[in-house]
Nanobody, 126 residues
Framework: QVQLVESGGGLVQAGGSLRLSCTASGFALRFLTLAWFRQVPGKEREGVSYISVDGSSTYYTDFVKGRFTISRDNAKNTLYLQMNSLKPEDTGIYYC???????????????????WGQGTQVTVSS
């Protein structure tokens, strides 16, 4: 069965940290570009961070630059998102996604995503 499973979400105070993981089963991530998206209450799903197949190229949307770090471990078939200095406005559901192109100019091609995870809830209290 092909699926992506996120974990690591939870409740944290502002200024705290969380590390999200996204593990694939039924297929290999090592041939795919990967990304994290999020959907915050009242807004459409938005791109957060992207990583290339070999990890040499990354992209961060402005509101997480300097606070979040994307990484991947192809041997473990897992994608990560280290989130530091969390803010209440980071609250939302975080999704991992595969197979999309580099988001030049902040343009995220969600239609090209082949697989989505089910999402993990992140809640940041003030």
């Amino acid at each position: 069965q092909v699926q992506l499973v996120e974990s690591g979400g939870g409740l944290v105070q502002a200024g705290g940290s969380l590390r999200l993981s996204c593990t694939a089963s039924g297929f290999a991530l090592r041939f795919l570009t990967l990304a994290w998206f999020r959907q915050v209450p009242g807004k459409e799903r938005e791109g957060v961070s992207y990583i290339s197949v070999d990890g040499s190229s990354t992209y961060y949307t402005d509101f997480v630059k300097g606070r979040f770090t994307i990484s991947r471990d192809n041997a473990k078939n897992t994608l990560y998102l280290q989130m530091n200095s969390l803010k209440p406005e980071d609250t939302g559901i975080y999704y991992c996604a595969t197979g999309l192109p580099y988001p030049y100019g902040g343009r995220w091609n969600q239609q090209s995503v082949k697989y989505w995870g089910q999402g993990t809830q992140v809640t940041v209290s003030s």
